[in-house]
């Protein structure tokens, strides 16, 4: 099994940045992709950016040129940077990470709000 811990959520004004990681601990040799998805309160979860082990990335059109996914293999950890920041983006903010067997893993979710 693998589990996430997230961390790096909070308050930010609009044009302001917070950079989020998500720690993946026990079978992580078994993590293929990793990725970032954010959510509203009875909405459904959308893409934010996501990152295969090999370092490609995807993106959600929304986020495009303002955030940034990377990968730390070797601590198992993945990173959001958030720049930019817009009140829109204020979500619950989701890892989740791949498995070469077995469903995904999800973190429990970080809180994003930007407001002034």
């Known amino acids: 099994q693998v589990q996430l811990v997230e961390s790096g959520g909070g308050l930010v004004q609009p044009g302001g940045s917070l950079r989020l990681s998500c720690a993946a601990s026990g079978d992580t040799f078994l993590i293929t992709g990793m990725g970032w998805f954010r959510q509203a309160p009875g909405k459904q979860r959308d893409l934010v950016a996501s990152i295969t082990r090999s370092g490609i990335t995807q993106y959600g059109d929304s986020v495009k040129g303002r955030f940034t996914i990377s990968r730390d293999n070797a601590k198992n950890t993945v990173y959001l940077q958030m720049n930019s920041l817009k009140p829109e983006d204020t979500f619950v903010y989701l890892c989740?990470?791949?498995?070469?067997?077995?469903?995904?893993?999800w973190g429990q979710g970080t809180q994003v709000t930007v407001s002034s």
């Open positions: 989740v990470a791949d498995s070469a067997s077995g469903p995904s893993t």
